[in-house]
């Protein structure tokens, strides 16, 4: 399969105010997405991935380095015909309902009149608005806007969808039901680049990662290749041993309430816990093996940083 | 087709705009109050309430024009819808013509209000109405067309506080320009003179569109008058607006 974006050695320096201050955000950025994947784009607050995405989308021009959008120019016209997008925070004019809203944006991608009506009522179907579809935008709470802005994006039936920050500022249910969207737009074969600060995010959806740090990519590949499956040590809830005799196996985390959390680096030791726990009669409560998490990547490549 | 969209879209937004509304109304009063100040006035009432209400046409769709385009981009900008309309198959002279015709759109509505109101006021006083003052109030739109370009132009680089006192300047200097001419021709050659010419031709002279004289006085309006304000507002409007296209085009949208 083709990408569907790449990006090659992309700078960008900010020069903001009447005197200006120069601040470089993009320090020769490289990647590329494959067609098909949810990829995800990963960076503490400030390290430049909103950035990057206005370079893609032609919103800030870079200073060098050179970006391909279906094979064209971000400047292209063309090359946006396929491409959805949702800004983060967005703000969309507050005096139109969600459905002028997004007859508007229809407008914009010359959808011929017959069809737009259907289509918006689908897609205000597909994020669960019916009721608020005819409400002025300025009544829309946070989790709504996120998903009339989510609708916006993919007014023009995209194949490529760019999500900046979608499950910020969402509860629990709404990240959820957000989270939900871009796994059918996977299993509708579309691809779908979304960056977030949220790691649980990124583990739980995407197939492909890069860590954006200070304006550099540090760290990208295929999330299974970069998270392994060995185990970095064991978590284990034991009562009724002496804390003494378990430090011989690890370190005791906590102790409460007579129960220990035992953290156990190597592998072997396991059993010889489990058994003592046995002949002393005491009581297992948990066992958790824990492999290395998107976090721990995401934690020592800042860390080296 | 796409400017079209924005423009339609631009339309809706600025006629939602309390500040329009309340220009409107000053201009309605100023065009009625022309009648009392007529009978106030010792002479040629008529000529008094048909002055005065093409003035106010003049003045307050300038205001229009100023307070409503010289906010219209920066909006955007400000509150990051831009970023949106950007994304999407839109080239950004596109954006910033749609911008430009939707507020074109809602001053001719505007101005047409205006007309509707200050006809009504004249053919009271007079009993007759004279295809001679819509012209005038043409001739007031082709300086409107101008002076909508120099606020979008302001409006894609600059603070709509800051827009509007530029665009304001631009039609103060505008109206007052042409005093420079006089000032030409008391300066003996040389130059100074020369430097006086240079600032003449760069400066407006948005006197180019202003009728009402012929138009009261009922003296006769040459073809070269008509053709000299069109071609000044198209060439002026399209010189300004390619400016305002070249500098949208480099910007970066933070």
């Known amino acids: 399969m083709g990408n569907v974006l790449e990006l090659r050695d992309v700078k960008k320096t900010y020069k903001p105010g009447f005197i200006p201050k120069p601040k470089e955000v993009l320090k020769g950025v490289s990647f590329s997405v494959a067609e098909g994947e949810i990829f995800g784009y990963l960076g503490p607050n400030g390290a430049g991935k909103t950035s990057t995405i206005k370079c893609v989308l032609g919103l800030v021009y870079p200073d060098a380095g050179t970006i391909s959008l279906f094979g064209r120019s971000p400047l292209d016209p063309r090359a946006k015909d396929k491409l959805g997008f949702l800004p983060e925070n967005p703000y969309f004019y507050e005096y139109l309902t969600g459905r002028e809203f997004l007859d508007f944006y229809a407008q914009l991608f010359r959808v011929e009149k017959s069809e737009r009506a259907g289509r918006i009522d689908r897609l205000i179907k597909t994020v669960d608005l019916e009721r608020a579809a005819g409400l002025p935008l300025r009544k829309y709470s946070r989790g709504m806007l996120q998903r009339i802005g989510l609708a916006q994006a993919l007014i023009n039936e995209p194949t490529f969808v760019i999500l900046d920050e979608p499950l910020g500022g969402l509860d629990p249910l709404g990240r959820k039901e957000i989270r939900d969207i871009i796994l059918g737009l996977r299993d509708a074969g579309k691809t779908v680049l979304f960056t977030s600060h949220i790691l649980q995010d990124i583990e739980m959806i995407c197939d492909h990662v890069a860590i954006i740090v200070k304006g550099r990519i540090l760290n990208q590949g295929r999330l299974s290749e970069l998270v392994s499956e060995k185990i970095l040590f064991t978590e284990i809830t034991v009562s009724g041993i002496a804390e003494e005799d378990l430090r011989a196996f690890g370190d005791c985390v906590s102790v409460r309430d007579g129960r220990a959390l035992l953290k156990v680096p190597i592998e072997d030791d396991v059993p010889k816990v489990l058994d003592l726990v046995r002949e002393r009669g005491g009581r297992i409560y948990s066992l958790v093996p824990r492999t290395q998490t998107l976090e721990d990547i995401f934690v020592d490549t800042v860390a080296k940083q | ?254």
């Open chain 2, 1 to 254: 087709m796409t400017i079209l969209v924005i423009a339609r879209h631009t339309f809706k937004e600025a006629v939602r705009d309390r500040i329009l509304y309340l220009l409107l109304f000053f201009s309605a009063l100023s065009i009625v109050l022309a009648r009392v100040l007529a009978v106030l006035t010792v002479g040629d009432r008529v000529k008094v309430v048909k002055d005065v209400g093409l003035a106010s046409i003049g003045f307050f769709g300038a205001l229009m024009a100023i307070l409503i385009g010289t906010g219209l981009v920066y909006k955007e900008i400000e509150k990051r819808t831009i970023f949106t309309l950007i994304s999407k198959p839109i080239r950004r002279f596109e954006f910033l013509l749609g911008k430009y015709l939707g507020l074109i759109w809602t001053l001719a509505v505007m101005i047409a209000a205006m007309t509707v109101i200050y006809l009504i006021v004249v053919f009271l006083h007079t009993f007759t109405i004279e295809f001679r003052m819509v012209l005038a109030v043409l001739f007031i739109f082709l300086e409107l067309i101008l002076i909508t370009a120099v606020a979008i132009l302001f409006s894609s680089f600059s603070t709509p506080i800051l827009s509007s006192l530029f665009a304001l300047s631009f039609y103060l200097i505008g109206h007052f320009s042409w005093s420079l001419e006089t000032l030409i021709k008391k300066t003996p050659p040389g130059t100074r003179r020369t430097l006086l010419r240079g600032l003449y031709a760069i400066l407006p002279d948005l006197e180019n569109f202003n009728i009402k004289t012929e138009v009261v006085q009922n003296l006769p309006l040459p073809a070269g008058l008509w053709l000299g304000a069109i071609g000044y507002s198209a060439v002026y409007t399209a010189f300004v607006l390619v400016l305002a296209v070249w500098i949208f085009r480099r910007r970066d949208f933070i």
